[in-house]
């Protein structure tokens, strides 16, 4: 069982940037892949990216890549998201889930252990 809880998110003019962090709790969090996750207003949750418990595999979605950097500390318990040149499209909430299998996947049934989410507001 894991718990976790994400923290970063904000309101941040288009082409910023913001880090968001989702810290773990409970036993063997080196053990899982960690995924972010986001859903906007009106749409579903979807993959936003991953990294393996040891960080050499990471994902990213099409949206997101080369702009979004998906990093983690397991001595710290903590993945993080470091988002840049910030579009208004970006505008969702964003969740953190672990899975405790070895490979990243970008199916929200993938994983079993979900955040409350953070809301993150990009303005035009």
């Known amino acids: 069982q894991v718990q976790l809880v994400e923290s970063g998110g904000g309101l941040v003019q288009a082409g910023g940037s913001l880090r968001l962090s989702c810290a773990a709790s409970g036993r063997t969090f080196s053990s899982y892949v960690m995924g972010w996750f986001r859903q906007a207003p009106g749409k579903e949750r979807v993959f936003v990216a991953g990294i393996t418990w040891s960080g050499s595999e990471t994902s990213y979605s099409d949206s997101v890549k080369d702009r979004f950097i998906i990093s983690r500390d397991n001595a710290k318990n903590t993945v993080y998201l470091q988002m840049n040149s910030l579009k208004p499209e970006d505008t969702a909430i964003y969740y953190c889930?672990?899975?405790?299998?070895?490979?990243?996947?970008?199916?929200?049934?993938?994983?079993?252990?979900w955040g409350q989410g953070t809301q993150v507001t990009v303005s035009s």
């Open positions: 889930a672990a899975r405790s299998f070895p490979h990243v996947r970008d199916r929200n049934s993938d994983y079993a252990y």
